[in-house]
C-alpha cells in the first residue's frame, strides 16, 4: 500500500514544440545557460516532504535521449512515443508511479516557476487534503494556455484548453499553469476516464471538471508571481522568460556581494558563481559553469565562459574561455586566453594576447602582441612582444618548454617541438628551431648559441 509521505513528481517534456521551429526539442531550449526542463527539475525537487521520499520522473518523446542527458540520472524516465495530449502523457509514467501516495505533475515549459512556489502548493494539497490541487495565475499574455472557467459565486468548474476555447473563454485572465497535485489513488482511476478531444488527445485538465462532478476536493491555489505562469511556446516567449530569468540572476548576485555597474547590459549564466566584492562592468558575459573569485574586475566588454577564476584578477575587453586563471591575474585589453589554459598566479598578460592549450607559470609578464600555444612556460619568464610558438607543422602539433627565468626577446618565432633552458634569453627577431640550453642566448636567423664566457 503507498504511503501517504511518499510523492513522486512528474515532469511531462515529451513535446517537439512546433512553434519553436527548431530540431531542438522544447524542453531543451536554452535559458540563461540551461535547458528549460533544468529549472523545472530544480523547482519539483522542492517538493520532498520532511518526513518521506520523492522521486521524479521525466514523460520523454522528441529528443528523448537529449532530454535524459540533461536531466541526469537521478531521474526516472518513461516513454510517450506518440503525443496524444498531457494526459496520455502523464498515464505513462503510471507503471513507475503507481506506489506513490502524491503526485506533483508539471509541464516542462514553466522554467518561472519557483521552488517556494511548488513547496506552497504541495504543503497546500497535504493540509487541505484535497484529492487535485492546481496551480493558477491572471496574466496578460494568455496565449497557448488554458483558461480557468468559474461559476458566478467565483467557484472553479473547470479548465478549457485554449484549443477548444470559445470567444468568452479566450477572453478570461485567469489560466492553469500546469503545475498539479494528485492524490494518487483518486487519479489513477480516473485518468483512464478522460475522454478525448476533438483534436484527437487528452487532456489533464478535464481531470478538473471530472473532480467538481464527482464531488471530489478540488483546491485553485493563486501564483503570488504571475511570471511564473509564462509558458514557452515560441521564441518570443523564450525570450521573455530568458530575461525574467537573468533579472533573478543578476538580483541574486547584487544582493551576495557582487558589483554591477549598469545591471541590464550585464549577462550571468544561471550555473556561474561569484565571490562578494569582484565588480562587473557593463557588457560582460559570465557564461556556462564558470566561477569568479573574490574582488574581481572583470569588463567591460569581456567574456568569460566555463572558466574558472581565483581572487583578484582582472578580466579587460577579453575572452577567457575553458581555462584556469590562479589569483592575481591580469588580462587584456583585448586578448583571448583559449580552452585548455593555466595561468598561474600572478600572471600578466597585456593587450592583443592569445594563450592556448598552455601553462603559465607564476609571475610571468607576456605584455603584448604576442601568441603561445601548446606551451609549458615556467615561473618569472619574460615573455617579449611579437612572439609566437609555432606550434603546428601544418599535419600535427608540438610542444615548446620554456624554463624559469628565461627572457623571451621581441619578435621571437620558437618552432615548435623546442626547448629553451632556464635563464636563457633569445635575440629579438630571433627564429629558434632548436633547443636553447639553460643559462644561453640563442640569436639569428636560424638562430645560433652563444655559450656563456668560460664555457
Request: proline share 4%.
Amino acid at each position: 500500500m503507498a504511503s501517504t509521505n511518499t510523492w513522486v513528481a512528474v515532469i511531462l517534456a515529451a513535446g517537439l514544440g512546433k512553434r519553436m521551429k527548431s530540431k531542438r526539442p522544447k524542453a531543451l531550449q536554452p535559458l540563461a545557460g540551461r535547458p528549460m526542463v533544468r529549472y523545472v527539475l530544480e523547482a519539483a525537487r522542492s517538493a520532498r516532504p520532511k518526513r518521506g521520499s520523492l522521486r521524479c520522473i521525466a514523460v520523454v518523446g522528441h529528443g528523448a535521449a537529449a532530454v535524459r542527458a540533461a536531466l541526469g540520472d537521478d531521474v526516472e524516465f518513461a516513454r510517450q512515443a506518440e503525443q496524444l495530449g498531457t494526459g496520455h502523457a502523464l498515464a505513462q509514467a503510471e507503471p513507475l508511479a503507481k506506489d506513490a501516495g502524491h503526485l506533483l505533475v508539471l509541464n516542462a515549459d514553466i522554467p518561472l516557476i519557483s521552488a517556494a512556489t511548488v513547496a506552497d502548493l504541495t504543503a497546500r494539497h497535504v493540509q487541505e487534503e484535497s484529492d487535485l490541487t492546481f496551480l493558477t495565475a491572471h496574466v496578460e499574455d494568455t496565449r497557448g494556455l488554458g483558461r480557468v472557467r468559474r461559476d458566478r459565486r467565483g467557484r472553479v468548474t473547470g479548465v478549457v484548453e485554449e484549443a477548444d476555447a470559445d470567444p468568452t473563454a479566450r477572453a478570461a485572465m485567469e489560466v492553469n499553469v500546469g503545475v498539479y497535485c494528485f492524490r494518487a489513488r483518486w487519479l489513477w482511476p480516473h485518468l483512464a476516464r478522460i475522454p478525448k478531444s476533438a483534436a484527437g488527445e487528452y487532456y489533464l485538465t478535464d481531470l478538473i471538471a471530472m473532480a467538481i462532478a464527482k464531488g471530489a476536493t478540488v483546491l485553485a491555489v493563486p501564483a503570488g508571481d504571475p511570471a511564473e505562469a509564462l509558458g514557452i511556446n515560441d521564441r518570443v516567449q523564450l525570450a521573455r522568460a530568458d530575461a525574467v530569468l537573468r533579472e533573478r540572476i543578476r538580483e541574486r548576485h547584487m544582493l551576495d556581494g557582487v558589483t554591477l555597474i549598469d545591471p541590464a547590459t550585464i549577462y550571468i549564466d544561471a550555473d556561474v558563481t561569484i565571490g562578494a566584492d569582484t565588480t562587473l562592468y557593463p557588457n560582460t558575459m559570465l557564461l556556462g559553469e564558470t566561477r569568479i573569485g573574490r574582488d574581481c574586475t572583470i569588463g567591460p566588454n569581456s567574456q568569460v565562459i566555463d572558466s574558472v577564476l581565483g581572487a583578484r584578477c582582472r578580466v579587460l575587453s577579453s575572452v577567457i574561455e575553458g581555462a584556469t586563471l590562479e589569483d592575481g591575474v591580469d588580462v587584456g585589453p583585448f586578448s583571448h586566453i583559449r580552452p585548455g589554459s593555466y595561468i598561474c598566479r600572478n600572471v600578466h598578460i597585456g593587450n592583443f594576447a592569445e594563450v592556448k592549450n598552455s601553462r603559465l607559470g607564476r609571475n610571468t609578464k607576456m605584455g603584448h602582441f604576442s601568441y603561445v600555444g601548446d606551451a609549458q612556460v615556467g615561473d618569472d619568464v619574460n615573455i617579449g612582444a611579437g612572439t609566437i610558438t609555432c606550434n603546428y607543422d601544418g599535419i600535427r602539433k608540438h610542444r615548446t618548454v620554456i624554463g624559469d627565468g628565461a627572457f623571451i626577446g621581441s619578435d621571437t618565432m620558437l618552432v615548435a617541438p623546442v626547448k629553451v633552458g632556464a635563464g636563457a634569453r633569445t635575440g629579438a627577431g630571433s627564429v629558434v628551431n632548436h633547443d636553447v640550453p639553460a643559462g644561453s642566448t640563442a640569436v639569428g636567423m636560424p638562430a645560433r648559441i652563444r655559450r656563456k664566457k668560460g664555457e
